[in-house]
């Protein structure tokens, strides 16, 4: 269900003010969090925490690795040193001390060593420090809700699809309607896509508001649900904290400078009929546009007017 007409009109003059400010101060803008054809990997790591979670992972598929070799040689060695016909008569003893010993404390020291390295990784997400910006989630019954808690901006986020409406009068798409085609790849999508400065791959990913941060400074996100559980997920952050109602979970992240960038995430915990429906977009831009975008929000909100139709967001191709 749509919100209020205020609250419709202030969204919409997000909408329009977050693609002006990223197209005046952010002309090609890569997208980097976005799914690539073909990809098996990880999306590129912008912060410290996902650079971490992905060096855990790749050291966690090395030990398995070896561990699955090793018990693939027994196995092998096995079936050659001890089939019917290369040991006819089979030996009776009952147990081996030194080899129960060994499979006892190896696997110990394995966990040990893992636990040495991925506790420390966990108690850095877990462990919340003093945010610089600080910014309220809410998942709703299918789309987002961002409240800057320290600048009295607030605008919910949803899907780009050709369904999309917004005040469609004023943005030039006829009157004001329903149509009965969402999540359909269409020209009526593609337009308001382009109308919003994205490009046709961004079907289903983009959303007509984004979360704009700086980088090089610490965002704490206060995660909570205001129906169902839903889960506030960045793969290429490294942070995904489920939305609970009537609890107020944190995480926090910190975009490195130099990755400015379009990132892309999804609700990710089950949440109903449109749950993969409800897309995330970040920006991270510097500090600088940063302000800029905060100086223009407060405008648009305090004015209550929906901003004018936005030059289109240039974005380089995903990596």
């Known amino acids: 269900m749509r919100l209020s007409t205020v609250s419709t009109r202030l969204a919409a003059a997000l909408a329009g003010l977050t693609a002006t400010v990223t197209a005046a101060a952010a ?39 070896i561990i699955t070799l090793f018990v693939l040689a027994l196995i092998v060695a096995v079936i050659v040193r001890y089939n019917s016909r ?16 060994a499979w006892t404390v190896v696997p110990i020291v394995i966990l040990v060593f893992i636990g040495a390295f991925s506790l420390p990784v966990l108690f850095k997400q877990q462990e919340i420090p003093e945010g610089d910006v600080i910014v309220k989630v809410t998942g709703y019954q299918w789309y987002w809700g961002y409240e800057y808690i320290d ?10 699809d050709g369904s999309y409406k917004i ?3 004023a943005a030039g798409f006829g009157d004001d309607q329903e149509l009965t085609a969402p999540q359909v790849f269409n020209d009526e ?5 382009e109308y919003f400065g994205y490009g046709p ?26 129906d169902v559980i ?7 952050f490294g942070v995904k904290q489920d939305a609970v109602p009537g609890r107020l979970a944190e ?17 990710s915990e089950l949440c109903g009929i449109s749950h993969a429906y409800m897309p995330i977009t970040v920006i991270a831009v510097t500090d600088a546009e940063y302000q800029t975008w905060l100086d223009e929000a407060r405008a648009a909100i305090e004015a209550g007017e929906i901003v004018p139709k936005p030059a289109a967001l240039k974005l380089a191709s995903a990596n």
């Open 189 to 193: 999508a593609v337009a308001r896509l």
């Open 230 to 236: 839903h889960s506030w997920t960045i793969p290429a």
């Open 201 to 226: 791959e961004a079907f289903l990913l983009a959303t007509d508001t984004a979360v704009v941060v700086p980088t090089g400074k610490t965002v704490v996100m206060q995660v909570t649900g205001a």
């Open 86 to 101: 290369a040991n006819p008569e089979p030996a009776t003893f009952t147990h081996n001390t030194p080899v129960e010993v």
């Open 251 to 267: 995480l926090w992240f910190e975009v490195e400078e130099g990755m400015e960038g379009v990132y892309f995430g999804q609700c």
């Open 167 to 169: 005040n469609d009068e």
């Open 27 to 65: 002309q090609g803008l890569p997208v980097v969090g976005a799914p690539t054809e073909g990809g098996i990997g990880f999306q590129p790591a912008a912060t410290e925490l996902a650079r971490d979670l992905q060096w855990l992972d790749g050291m966690l598929l090395v030990i398995i690795t």
């Open 151 to 160: 600048e009295e901006i607030a605008f919910e986020s949803y899907m780009i």
